[in-house]
């Protein structure tokens, strides 16, 4: 008995203008196809309704690595790099951090991008990605 990954089953958005929005603590799914272009990325938006910290759970299966990137209200215009997951289907804990301590910072209100993209060429993963 096998499994067939559908375009259904991909929840991200294609484009930051559509992005899918990720509410709190609910979980979401993605899928970079075999085949797709490496610049082919998958969106999502949360919108934080006041200044907090944020913790995203990161999980992903596939042959290679995936990059997550933030972009929202005083972050610069390339977006803010979060991290690089290797695909060993273990979940991966991040959360916005500065400086060379990753102490962890409060975001303020307002609407964030997620953009998740292939750390190489010919990547193919599934991912879930939630965040609280």
Request: charged share 25%; net charge positive.
């Amino acid at each position: 008995i096998g499994a067939v990954l559908t375009a259904s089953n991909d929840q991200a958005g294609n484009s930051k203008k559509k992005a899918v929005t990720l509410k709190r603590k609910k979980k979401m799914t993605g899928i970079m196809f075999p085949g797709e272009k490496k610049s082919k990325a998958d969106w999502f938006k949360i919108k934080i309704t006041k200044k907090r910290i944020i913790n995203f759970s990161f999980e992903a299966y596939g042959n290679a690595g995936l990059k997550v990137y933030i972009y929202g209200p005083k972050i610069k215009k390339s977006g803010l790099y979060l991290n690089t997951y290797k695909n060993s289907g273990e979940t991966c804990h991040i959360g916005i951090t500065k400086g060379v301590s990753k102490t962890l910072y409060k975001l303020n209100a307002g609407t964030y991008y997620v953009k998740i993209v292939r750390a190489a060429a010919g990547n193919s993963a599934v991912y879930t990605l939630r965040w609280k």
